[in-house]
């Protein structure tokens, strides 16, 4: 426990305990010492990747190697009614200063997300066969949201995700790379169910990520979502 400045003045010795100048001059000369105590309490807290925000979070980001802002404008993401791909938690709200091009720059949620996606990155150690762990650390943050990897022994890999459908930002982030978890040299499809809290669909499987008919949800690149 961090002590406070009234901490430090209860030690004060009876002969100068009361004297009000005396307790206003150790007042002055203490505050700053405890606040800066508070101040690097907070720290570890304040640049956390969970509990991190704003400039904070920016700062992580360089640390890690990834800027929230997005080279190329992403359109068509904005929520709207009537479109089933574009309503409540898929379409992103349109802010006062977002531009009608698209959105550049994350907000906090999926900056994380894509802040731990370079850290499972920076860590995985390129085998398809550990990438389902990396892509888990990504998706911790997403309830709902089912990760997994199939190596197509033809320099591929599929990677699909099933249950809760991702938001339309999200998507499109992953069609633009910026969950860089391959194999050199391998490409990466995509297959999202295209009918939210569904598996994909696929045969003689049965489980949270595939089902067959009736169960399952034909899986979908990000085009489809984004376009």
């Not at 190697?65 to 379409?91: K, M």
């Not at 709200?93 to 920076?122: C, H, M, Q, V």
């Not at 809290?197 to 003689?204: A, E, H, I, K, L």
């Not at 595939?210 to 085009?223: K, Y």
Request: no cysteine; glycine share 10%.
């Amino acid at each position: 426990m961090m002590a406070t400045t009234d901490d430090y003045l209860d030690l004060i010795t009876p002969y100068y305990r009361g004297k009000p100048v005396f307790t206003a001059t150790l007042t002055a000369v203490l505050d700053p010492f405890a606040n800066l105590q508070v101040m690097l309490g907070h720290v570890p807290q304040d640049f956390d990747l969970d509990t991190a925000i704003g400039v904070q979070l920016d700062a992580v980001g360089q640390w890690v190697g990834r800027s929230r802002f997005i080279p190329t404008p992403i359109p068509n993401i904005w929520f709207s009614f009537d479109d089933a791909l574009r309503g409540f938690d898929l379409g992103v709200w349109k802010g006062p200063y977002d531009s009608d091009s698209g959105i550049t720059r994350l907000d906090d949620e999926t900056y994380r997300i894509f802040l731990r996606a370079k850290i499972a990155a920076n860590q995985w150690d390129g085998r398809v066969e550990t990438a389902q762990a990396a892509f888990n650390l990504v998706f911790s943050q997403s309830p709902g949201t089912n990760i997994f990897v199939i190596d197509n022994l033809d320099m591929t890999m599929t990677v699909g995700i099933s249950g809760s459908i991702p938001s339309l930002l999200f998507i499109a982030l992953l069609s633009q790379g910026f969950l860089p978890i391959k194999p050199e040299g391998v490409r990466i499809n995509y297959a999202i169910t295209t009918v939210t809290d569904t598996p994909v669909f696929g045969f003689d499987v049965n489980n949270q990520y595939i089902g067959g008919f009736d169960t399952g949800s034909w899986g979908a690149g990000p085009s489809y979502f984004t376009s």
